[in-house]
């Protein structure tokens, strides 16, 4: 009794701040509702792969006071993308679920982005395309995660003594498009994204990997129909 009062979460900050309205007001109180969802579903994820997790990468981890991506697991990249989402991120991931359904869901949109930013460099863009793409048929997101997980241990047996180069910024947001125009949109490869899809790709990319600023992730996005894997 007296203490004082909690702060409020980003979330109720800024429906505080920049939703006037109840429909801007009911927006966010969804998307944070969307958030807690989500977060469960990362939790039941966790237990599923937490057991394969290797234990010099999991020591790593405890013991980094930075804690980078490049380190993270899928719950663990997931839970830190969506802690620190924006409100124009979170906007997106709901209506991206609402207009494409399942493939869109934010899970998946997350495990899109986590293969781009941990595997880029290290594991084949045509094979996160592929997982992308089966992905859309089978709905099996732990065996894909299990996969990745595995071709990319086996290219970082090479780098034991050094470290392994890091990937262009570039690199991960073409990885990131195309595999999200793949399963979320369910285009076909160079098949061009539409303005309205794009628009909500960028609200997701420029909070999810904040060092690619806005012009980067619209040059992406546009040349996506330049692009073909292999």
């Not at 409100?87 to 495990?111: F, Q, T, Y």
């Not at 592929?130 to 992905?135: D, E, S, T």
């Not at 690199?171 to 061009?192: I, N, Q, R, W, Y």
């Amino acid at each position: 009794a007296g203490g004082a009062a909690a702060a409020p979460s980003a979330v109720q900050f800024v429906s505080m701040r920049s939703c006037g309205g109840g429909v801007a007001r009911r927006g966010v109180a969804a998307a944070a509702q969307k958030n807690d969802s989500l977060l469960d579903g990362i939790k039941r994820v966790a237990k599923k792969v937490q057991g394969g997790l290797p234990i010099i990468g999991l020591l790593s981890r405890l013991t980094s006071s930075e804690g980078g991506f490049d380190e993270l697991a899928y719950p663990e990249y997931a839970r830190s993308v969506i802690n620190a989402a924006s409100v124009d991120m979170r906007n997106a991931l709901l209506a991206l679920e609402e207009k494409h359904g399942k493939p869109a869901s934010s899970r998946w949109v997350l495990l899109l982005l986590w293969m781009a930013k941990t595997g880029t460099g290290l594991v084949p863009p045509g094979d996160v395309m592929n997982a992308a793409k089966r992905m859309r048929i089978t709905q099996d997101m732990e065996i894909e995660i299990d996969r990745f997980v595995g071709a990319r241990e086996r290219t970082m047996k090479k780098y034991e003594m050094i470290s392994p180069p890091e990937p262009k910024t570039a690199d991960v947001l073409a990885v990131a498009v195309d595999a999200m125009a793949t399963l979320c949109l369910g285009l076909k490869e160079s098949e061009p994204i539409s303005d309205a899809d794009a628009a909500l790709l960028s609200a997701v990319l420029e909070s999810a990997i904040p060092e690619a600023d806005s012009a980067a992730v619209s040059a992406s996005i546009s040349a996506r129909p330049t692009r073909i894997w292999v």
